[in-house]
């Protein structure tokens, strides 16, 4: 079962001839698409080859100026029913900015295209512009080295990702595409690519499984979302509305206030007010006496006496005290005078 699910290397569907179709289409088939300002210089000088390629395959196609639009249809001589769809997607291509040697490729049958719409992935316009520069890399390094894994021709322009070389490259490269707007990193992707291209070179490994083989990359940098400093806490919900709130006249109704006279209620707020009036005074009158409200002393502390054990030997300063005494400061001690005055006779003895 395994030999008949492979596809033999170097196998290629034979090429669709006019042999398959003798009789060609019934109706004619025609699309037609709008391309920028930008692109009109390029598109007039490249027009005629265009023109050339289609007609090869029985397509007329027509370049309009003036609406700055492009159009493709099928003719009586046309035998292939699907080259008008491979001939809408190069003009598509064309207007999406990719040069006419690349866009060409597309009429062949083994190259398909993809156009991916990135502009509305991500809400942000500078965040947009930062995950786009990071698919293209330094210098457009990220996407050669995704132009080689996939054998596909990309180009960004704008809003768009347009791809070009066969199916299983494209869907890698929309898988890649769609990741980096989602912010993760085209390298990972990459990483994953290398892996599997070695691992296809494996015969034995083409009916296993490869998830043990292929790296598992966990978000670190996860952005926790900013709480609200006002939290609102929900009510439980019941099914009974809340009660209705009292009205002034029910307060005064319950207090005894709505029976009064107009005279007794004024009576009533200006004793309420003068109330309050003397409540703030006495406040008042207390942080104005804190100033004069004199600070604890702290309790004065006894020494302590001097235990037996610490106690100064008076009898052994005295006797120290008397020896000072009895030789001058600095002066030499009855030896040191002896043995001076012996020196000095002997240098006298010498002289002589």
Not at 201 to 210: A, F, G, I, M, N
Request: net charge positive; charged share 35%; aromatic share 6%.
């Amino acid at each position: 079962e395994s030999e008949l699910l492979t596809v033999p290397d170097g196998w290629k569907e034979p090429a669709f001839s006019k042999e398959d179709n003798p009789r060609g289409l019934l109706e004619e088939s025609s699309f037609a698409t709008l391309f920028p300002k930008y692109r009109e210089a390029y598109l007039k000088e490249c027009w005629p080859l265009v023109q050339k390629a289609l007609s090869e395959r029985h397509v007329n196609a027509t370049l309009d100026l003036i609406e700055g639009s492009m159009t493709v249809c099928t003719t009586k001589k046309t035998f292939d029913p699907y080259i008008i769809v491979r001939a809408r997607d190069l003009i598509k291509l064309l207007a999406r900015s990719v040069s006419f040697e690349q866009a060409v490729r597309i009429l062949q049958d083994d190259v398909a295209c993809d156009i991916i719409k990135i502009g509305s992935l991500v809400r942000n316009k500078e965040r947009f512009v930062k995950r786009r520069q990071r698919l293209i890399g330094p210098k457009g390094s990220t996407l050669k080295a995704l132009e080689l894994l996939t054998n596909c021709y990309i180009m960004v322009q704008g809003n768009t990702v347009s791809a070009i070389g066969p199916f299983s490259g494209l869907k890698e490269v929309r898988k890649v595409v769609l990741d980096t707007m989602k912010n993760i990193h085209p390298i990972y992707n990459i990483k994953t690519l290398m892996i599997k291209r070695e691992l296809a070179k494996d015969s034995e490994l083409r009916s296993q499984s490869w998830e043990r083989f292929l790296p598992q990359f966990k978000h670190k940098n996860v952005n926790k979302r900013k709480e609200p400093k006002k939290k609102t806490v929900k009510k439980e919900y019941t099914p009974f509305p809340p009660p209705q709130p009292e009205s002034q006249i029910d307060k005064e109704l319950a207090t005894g206030e709505y029976f009064l006279k107009a005279s007794q209620k004024k009576r009533q707020k200006m004793e309420a007010i003068k109330a309050k009036q003397a409540e703030a005074l006495s406040r008042r009158q207390e942080e104005r006496n804190k100033a004069f409200i004199p600070p604890k002393e702290k309790p004065v502390v006894k020494p302590k006496e001097a235990s037996t054990e610490t106690k100064i030997d008076v009898a052994a300063i005295k006797e120290k005290v008397k020896k000072a005494k009895s030789k001058k400061l600095g002066a030499l001690t009855a030896e040191e005078v002896k043995l001076k005055m012996e020196a000095d006779e002997k240098k006298k003895k010498k002289k002589k």
